[in-house]
T-cell receptor, first 115, second 118 residues
Framework: NAGVTQTPKFQVLKTGQSMTLQCAQD?????MSWYRQDPGMGLRLIHY???????DQGEVPNGYNVSRSTTEDFPLRLLSAAPSQTSVYFC??????????????FGPGTRLTVL | AQKITQTQPGMFVQEKEAVTLDCTYD???????LFWYKQPSSGEMIFLIY??????QNATEGRYSLNFQKARKSANLVISASQLGDSAMYFC???????????????FGPGTSLSVIP
């Protein structure tokens, strides 16, 4: 199993550009989520999904869109990038989102810089 | 309100010594899970250990153990016999069962940077 994969690893955008960060998992996990990591702030939840067709907002959803058309894929879209979105983005998945014992497994991250 | 507190921004430990990384949490949910992750300089997030709120014994995984004190709401990570490869950021996280029908979310602390000295 590849686990959780993310592309690209690095990306530089100009303010106002749009892009999609890709995330895929091959573990048949129902729950997938996106976090951003900023210095001194740990990881903050952007959006999450408990299954295909179901998404919800996390702590910092503004400026980001998600959709989940398949169990495997959970892309994160930046419609109009802003410098405040410069961060490292992690995708994670777990078996379900319905039990507190479920362990999340993370992708390698995408380092995004917005100029 | 901060739900996960890690009061040690940076820690140093001598190689082969044991080290304790502190984590306190805040929840009114009786059902929750506590997780520790390691983030080396390469950037990936590596799951280390899990403790459930109803677990009677402290969790252990190899050189990692979790000192779980439920009444004090603390879940400290203990690393025994530190190795140079243990130098990394360590994050404590909590997943609550949720008091409503919406799905639970994972909350992370700000992390502790551990440096192992040869």
């Amino acid at each position: 199993n590849a686990g959780v994969t993310q592309t690209p690893k690095f990306q530089v955008l100009k303010t106002g550009q749009s892009m999609t960060l890709q995330c895929a998992q091959d573990m048949n996990h129902e729950y997938m989520s996106w976090y951003r990591q900023d210095p001194g702030m740990g990881l903050r939840l952007i959006h999450y999904s408990v299954g295909a067709g179901i998404t919800d907002q996390g702590e910092v959803p503004n400026g980001y869109n998600v959709s989940r058309s398949t169990t495997e894929d959970f892309p994160l879209r930046l419609l109009s990038a802003a410098p405040s979105q410069t961060s490292v983005y992690f995708c994670a998945s777990s078996t379900t989102g319905a039990h507190y014992t479920d362990t999340q497994y993370f992708g390698p991250g995408t380092r995004l810089t917005v100029l | 309100a901060q739900k996960i507190t890690q009061t040690q921004p940076g820690m140093f430990v001598q190689e082969k010594e044991a080290v304790t990384l502190d984590c306190t949490y805040d929840t009114s949910d009786p059902s929750y899970g506590l997780f520790w992750y390691k983030q080396p300089s390469s950037g990936e997030m590596i799951f280390l250990i899990y403790q459930g709120s109803y677990d009677q014994q402290n969790a252990t995984e190899g050189r990692y153990s979790l000192n779980f004190q439920k009444a004090r709401k603390s879940a400290n990570l203990v690393i025994s016999a530190s190795q140079l490869g243990d130098s990394a950021m360590y994050f404590c996280a909590m997943r609550e069962a949720g008091l409503k029908t919406s799905y639970d979310k994972v909350i992370f602390g700000p992390g502790t940077s551990l440096s192992v000295i040869p």
